[in-house]
């Protein structure tokens, strides 16, 4: 079905584009597929094996085009492990994207922050993450033509790209963080007691994407780039209750400086 979907994908471009960036928008941040140039949409359920999201705030569809002068892949939303997708369905889009000459991959999500110190709204680049999900993408047959059986992840979000990222942000004039990623499966928000544990560990921002494309991602030899959207705090460390809507509203504020920062970062790779 690898071949299928590559095949079916590279049919619709037409040689168009060569796209070796690409993109995964999460949670309130699919705006930024609306500003690639002379866009090829390709709707999920059109192309074999994919899945579409359930979820508000991801369109479903992968848009294919120009961002700052440079050919892109975007996938404007994802599926989740909490839709009761399976988990080699989430990473799926991530091998295609291997066999299409993906090099470079921007991971986006929003995200729940476990720092006092991070504000609301801000941006944080991912430097590592802690898997809570339960589960890893790579349990299962190896496909030797994609990676190893026991991929190293000592640097999944690359040094060079993280070092890039900061450089735009602060040429935007854009306060941005840095910090450890922790993915839950969700769709319950995480307990205080929860919170509490993973602030313990070593996590600064806490969702329910992210780790398992980053993952696969390493595997496939592709770069990977994190970017989280801070949407609230965490449960327990205020009194406000979490809903997906406040991460929704969150994105709609934070949407004009993430494409700032996202339009720049492409510029230069």
């Not at 890039?164 to 205080?192: N, Q």
């Not at 205020?238 to 700032?260: I, N, P, R, W, Y």
Request: aromatic share 6%; glycine share 8%.
């Amino acid at each position: 079905m690898l071949l299928q979907a590559a095949n079916f994908i590279e049919e619709k471009i037409n040689n168009k584009y060569i796209p070796e960036i690409a993109l995964i928008l999460g949670s309130g941040l699919g705006a930024l597929a609306d500003e690639i140039n002379d866009p090829i949409k390709i709707k999920y359920h059109e192309i074999p094996a994919f899945k579409q999201s359930s979820i508000t705030g991801h369109v479903g569809q992968l848009v294919v085009g120009k961002l700052q002068g440079k050919d892109v892949m975007i996938m404007q939303g994802r599926i989740h492990l909490y839709e009761g997708h399976d988990i080699k369905d989430i990473v799926f889009p991530i091998k295609v994207m291997k066999l299409l000459g993906i090099k470079k991959l921007i991971i986006t999500n929003a995200a729940g922050s476990l720092n006092e110190n991070f504000e609301v709204g801000s941006l944080m680049l991912i430097k590592d993450h802690i898997n809570f999900m339960g589960t890893n993408p790579l349990i299962g047959r190896n496909d030797e033509e994609l990676g190893v059986r026991f991929p190293d992840m000592s640097e999944i979000y690359d040094k060079e790209l993280l070092v890039h990222a900061k450089k735009c942000a602060d040429k935007l004039k854009i306060k941005v963080e840095e910090g450890v990623y922790v993915a839950d499966s969700g769709p319950s928000f995480e307990t205080p007691a929860e919170v509490k544990m993973m602030r313990i560990l070593g996590g600064d921002a806490i969702g329910m994407s992210t780790v398992p494309e980053a993952i696969v991602a390493n595997y496939c030899n592709i770069k990977v780039l994190g970017i989280s959207c801070l949407a609230n705090y965490a449960s327990g460390i205020t009194d406000t209750k979490l809903s997906h809507q406040e991460v929704m509203e969150a994105g709609e504020k934070v949407k004009d400086t993430f494409s700032k920062l996202i339009k720049e970062i492409v510029k230069d790779l």
